[in-house]
């Protein structure tokens, strides 16, 4: 079926897939995830009793209903940090052990499998005094999955991604590459680049671009919004290259002309 939700759009996602599990006699849905905190430096757990629910609507509306505790990656979880939580979360003494076990379990994956997000929502504590993750979800550093074969393993080939970032060093021949890549999958209906020129010149990219439609047969429409270092000589590039290759003023004009181009 198409499932349509507020987080898909009004286009909806095609289900090709469905996992069917044990029901589960429910007593409390609670909320808990681990993330890390630029701010401080440091890693924070967040739980609430609010589980099942959109955290962010919590945040808005409750932020008292959500507490956070921060840890010292240099020095890791302690003990205190999970009864912290758990104090916090009112849980009973006979729920505490178990808790205090699978937080504790879920901050060594957090760090040994480089997350960037550990979220279960909800945890469910049953009828029956135990600690189940009903749901959950996991963001990893990309930076960091050459240590982790069996995580890439993993990877949905039915969901394709949708964004690529050449980078600031980039040189023309790998903005090419870039469009290689993209069009490579034949899901790929329209592509929008946006640069501010910094590291990567907008002359730089103009090049790679003109190279890339120009060896490769670009067949989808290519909108650019440029800003930034040596615009107007990249803009210049692309007007004189003859192709079709559809400019921008900002992002807003990018995003309606792309739309507008793949729609008709």
Do not use: W
């Not at 994956?109 to 996991?138: Q, R």
């Amino acid at each position: 079926m198409n499932l349509v939700t507020h987080q898909t759009g009004p286009q909806g996602k095609r289900v090709k897939k469905v996992l069917v599990e044990q029901g589960l006699n429910i007593a409390k849905e609670l909320y808990l995830s681990i993330i890390p905190d630029r701010s401080t430096a440091k890693i924070v757990i967040m739980a609430s009793r609010a589980g099942g629910m959109d955290i962010e609507e919590v945040a808005a509306q409750t932020p008292e209903k959500i507490i956070k505790v921060f840890i010292d990656p240099l020095v890791g979880i302690q003990p205190f940090h999970c009864r912290q939580v758990a104090f916090g979360l009112n849980l009973s003494s006979l729920v505490m052990r178990p808790f205090v076990s699978m937080l504790a379990s879920l901050y060594r994956l957090f760090v040994d499998y480089d997350c960037s997000l550990v979220e279960i929502n909800p945890l469910v504590i049953t009828a029956e005094d135990a600690v189940i993750a009903l749901d959950a979800k996991m963001d990893f550093d990309d930076n960091a999955l050459y240590r982790h074969k069996d995580i890439i393993e993993y990877r949905d080939v039915d969901e394709p991604a949708n964004f690529l970032d050449v980078g600031g060093g980039a040189s023309a021949e790998m903005v090419e590459n870039g469009f290689r890549i993209m069009l490579g999958d034949k899901n790929v209906k329209g592509i929008l680049i946006n640069i501010f020129g910094g590291i990567l010149r907008c002359d730089v990219l103009a090049e790679g671009v003109v190279h890339a439609a120009e060896k490769t047969g670009i067949n989808v429409p290519v909108v650019i919004r440029m800003e930034g270092t040596n615009v107007e000589q990249g803009r210049k590039i692309l007007a004189e290259s003859g192709l079709s290759l559809i400019t921008a003023s900002d992002m807003k004009d990018a995003a309606e002309k792309v739309a507008q181009l793949v729609a008709g």
